[in-house]
């Protein structure tokens, strides 16, 4: 079972930017999708971004498209997001995700492995 571990969250302002990282353990990365989640107070867990396994293809929410770029290193074993024009509406606890078995996917249900998350707040 992969295990995950994401960095790079903190506070901002509005308009500003951030990146954040995730390192994947195993051997397999190379072999399955990835995807950045996030989930802000009283909301459910939303899907923001996934990447192929190849980084060939990628999908964004339509909110954050634009402004967001998800990227991987299969050599590194990690995955970033970089968020730019940041807003309060991006305002959440990040995770990033693993969808072993399968080598792209847009649906939360298709994860099987998570982060612990990390916090995300941009003040206006």
């Known amino acids: 079972q992969v295990q995950l571990v994401e960095s790079g969250g903190g506070l901002v302002q509005a308009g500003d930017s951030l990146r954040l990282s995730c390192a994947a353990s195993g051997r397999t990365f190379s072999s399955y999708g990835m995807g950045w989640f996030r989930q802000a107070p009283g909301k459910e867990r939303e899907f923001v971004a996934a990447i192929s396994w190849s980084g060939a293809s990628t999908y964004y929410r339509d909110s954050v498209k634009g402004r967001f770029t998800i990227s991987r290193d299969n050599a590194k074993n990690t995955v970033n997001l970089q968020m730019n024009s940041l807003k309060p509406e991006d305002s959440a606890v990040y995770y990033c995700?693993?969808?072993?078995?399968?080598?792209?996917?847009?649906?939360?249900?298709?994860?099987?492995?998570w982060g612990q998350g990390t916090q995300v707040t941009v003040s206006s």
């Open positions: 995700a693993a969808a072993q078995g399968m080598g792209f996917s847009v649906i939360i249900h298709d994860y099987n492995a």
